[in-house]
């Protein structure tokens, strides 16, 4: 039965691995390998949202910036 769980290399290197009676160092091997996947995309998806937020937060100031000044100034207008 074809399992979609692991990518077909994956599968592949099982199968040699149980024919070969390497299996417990073959799933080790694949272990870190995919850890190392996870932990790489982890990081790019990380590099990729800090500017989002950045700019997000950088909304949310000019937000209460402007919140906070606008009165001020309107009450000058008013005052000239």
Do not use: D
């Amino acid at each position: 039965a074809q399992c979609s769980f692991f990518p077909a290399i994956g599968r592949q290197m099982i199968m040699v691995a149980e024919e070969s009676g390497k299996l417990g160092e073959m799933l080790l091997t694949l272990s870190c390998y995919y850890k190392e996947q996870a932990n790489q995309y982890i990081l790019r998806l990380s590099k990729l949202v800090e500017p989002l937020l950045i700019l997000l937060l950088g909304a949310m100031v000019l937000l209460i910036i402007t919140s906070l000044f606008l009165p001020i100034i309107s009450s000058y207008q008013y005052m000239v």
